[in-house]
Nanobody, 119 residues
Framework: VQLQASGGGLVQTGDSLRLSCAASGRSIRSLGMGWFRQAPGKEREIVASISWTGVNTQYADSVKGRFTISRNNAKNTVFLQMNSLKPEDTAVYYC?????????????WGQGTQVTVSS
């Protein structure tokens, strides 16, 4: 599966952005999906994940209550709604897919989209 993330940009503190991750090559219906981010000089961290059913979601503590992950299997797309953005949210954001072949391991990765939040 190929993943294409989009929707990043330069915003101000408190603004919102909606990231999209469009998949191609196979349906994401049976895949867990996740959003990760990596800030300069920092390790990549998981931001949010959603199970293949869409029922289970998890968030990093730093984004709980501000970010929402969702999926539209009919459109083969996953979203990350980011509200109340802070400068510390500045990072390159990546989407990834987990085919559940290895526990806790994401198997497919898209290119990143830059999110920059100015203070």
């Amino acid at each position: 599966v190929q993943l294409q993330a989009s929707g990043g940009g330069l915003v101000q503190t408190g603004d919102s952005l909606r990231l999209s991750c469009a998949a191609s090559g196979r349906s994401i219906r049976s895949l867990g999906m996740g959003w990760f981010r990596q800030a300069p000089g920092k390790e990549r961290e998981i931001v949010a994940s959603i199970s293949w059913t869409g029922v289970n979601t998890q968030y990093a503590d730093s984004v709980k209550g501000r970010f929402t992950i969702s999926r539209n299997n009919a459109k083969n797309t996953v979203f990350l709604q980011m509200n109340s953005l802070k400068p510390e949210d500045t990072a390159v954001y990546y989407c990834a897919a987990d085919d559940y072949s290895s526990a806790g391991k994401y198997d497919y990765w898209g290119q990143g989209t830059q999110v920059t939040v100015s203070s």
